[in-house]
């Protein structure tokens, strides 16, 4: 079970915008709207950051945007704050053997 | 306030097995499918598996197959992973995590609440 491919760090300055990628194939990203990011700060646990591509959970400022093309879902978080450093994850729901299947994450930088 | 709480973690000697329980409040658990994943020391997030509302439905990552199973009781309000012969490879903080929707049931709609983990360490 391939996990789906981030980058391994992006940066950014602090007003600035920055996207993630996350690339998998036509039998998980590709193939459902399906797709999820979620934030990690150090020693806590995920949350949720974007659902079904593009969706934000209620109290999740809209500084988060998600989109998809392909096989390859993205992540811009615009107006970079320093509280965004933090790991992001893509993942997505997996049809051939039925399961989800994560990236292997991204550590976003706020210079 | 939804709430879920991991129990269950330690140090374990490589084959031997542990159970690690998840208790749910603040919402119907019965009503929500939920998730297991875990994360190595200094790695990503590895999902291990998911199980329907109502304990019907289960799904495992191909890594714990026949060695870890998911299972549930509602009226407790308490989700469980048995995990058997365990290796080095299972060292991991192990999290909880609720499924977004309730119906229809389908195995990923996003994971919106999530546990603080629970840490299994196996060493000999």
């Known amino acids: 079970q391939s996990a789906l491919t981030q980058p391994a760090s992006v940066s950014g300055s602090p007003g600035q915008s920055i996207t993630i990628s996350c690339t998998g194939t036509s039998s998980d990203v590709g193939g459902y709207n399906f797709v999820s990011w979620y934030q990690q700060h150090p020693g806590k646990a995920p949350k949720l950051m974007i659902y079904d591509v593009s969706h934000r959970p209620s109290g999740v400022s809209d500084r988060f945007s998600g989109s998809k093309s392909g096989n390859t879902a993205s992540l811009t978080i615009s107006g970079l704050q320093a509280e965004d450093e933090a790991d992001y994850f893509c993942?997505?729901?997996?049809?051939?053997?039925?399961?989800?299947?994560f990236g292997g994450g991204t550590k976003l930088t706020v210079l | 306030q939804v709430h879920l709480v991991e129990s269950g973690g330690g140090v374990v000697q490589p084959g031997r097995s542990l159970r690690l329980s998840c208790a749910a409040s603040g919402f119907t658990f019965s009503r929500y499918g939920m998730h297991w994943v875990r994360q190595a020391p200094g790695k990503g997030l590895e999902w291990v598996a998911v199980i329907s509302y109502d304990g019907s439905d289960k799904y495992y990552a191909d890594s714990v197959r026949g060695r870890l199973t998911i299972s549930r009781d509602n009226s407790k309000n308490t989700l469980y992973l048995q995990m058997n012969s365990l290796s080095s490879d299972d060292t991991a903080v192990y999290y909880c995590?609720?499924?977004?929707?309730?119906?229809?049931?389908?195995?990923?709609?996003?994971?919106?609440?999530w546990g603080q983990g629970t840490t299994v360490t196996v060493s000999s």
């Open positions: 993942a997505s729901k997996r049809g051939f053997s039925p399961g989800v299947v």
């Open positions: 995590a609720r499924d977004r929707l309730t119906t229809p049931w389908d195995y990923y709609y996003g994971m919106d609440v």
